[in-house]
C-alpha cells in the first residue's frame, strides 16, 4: 500500500491518485476541447481529494494530459505527477519530447 509521508503515513495514496491513459487516435482539430476537457477532469478530481496524476508514456495524449497536470500544479503545489515510462530512458526517443521538461516533473 502506498501511503502519503506528510499526513504521517495514515493516509492511502491510492484513493488520492488518479492516471490518464490514451492513444494518439484522436482527431487533432479537437485539441483544444480535450484540453479544456482534461482541466476539467483534473480540478474535479482534486476537489474530490486526488493529488497524485499519473500520465502513461510519451504519446501526444500523455502530453496533453502532462501539460494539464503540470497547469494544475502552478495552481495547487499540492499536486503531483507521475510520468509512467515502460524504460528508464523513454524520454529520449522522443524527439518532441524536450528533456528540460522532463526533469521539471
Not at 18 to 46: E, H, T, Y
Not at 95 to 105: K, L, N, T, V, Y
Amino acid at each position: 500500500m502506498m501511503t502519503d509521508e506528510n499526513s504521517g503515513g495514515k493516509q492511502n495514496l491510492k484513493s488520492k491518485t488518479a492516471f490518464f491513459i490514451g492513444d494518439d487516435q484522436f482527431n487533432r482539430s479537437k485539441v483544444n476541447s480535450l484540453k479544456m476537457g482534461l482541466d476539467k477532469a483534473i480540478s474535479a478530481l482534486i476537489k474530490k481529494g486526488v493529488v497524485c496524476f499519473g500520465c502513461a508514456s510519451l504519446s501526444d495524449f500523455g502530453l496533453l494530459a502532462r501539460q494539464a497536470v503540470m497547469n494544475a500544479r502552478a495552481v495547487n503545489p499540492a499536486v503531483k505527477l507521475i510520468l509512467v515510462l515502460p524504460f528508464s530512458h523513454q524520454y529520449r526517443i522522443y524527439a518532441r519530447f524536450e528533456s528540460h521538461d522532463f526533469e521539471s516533473i
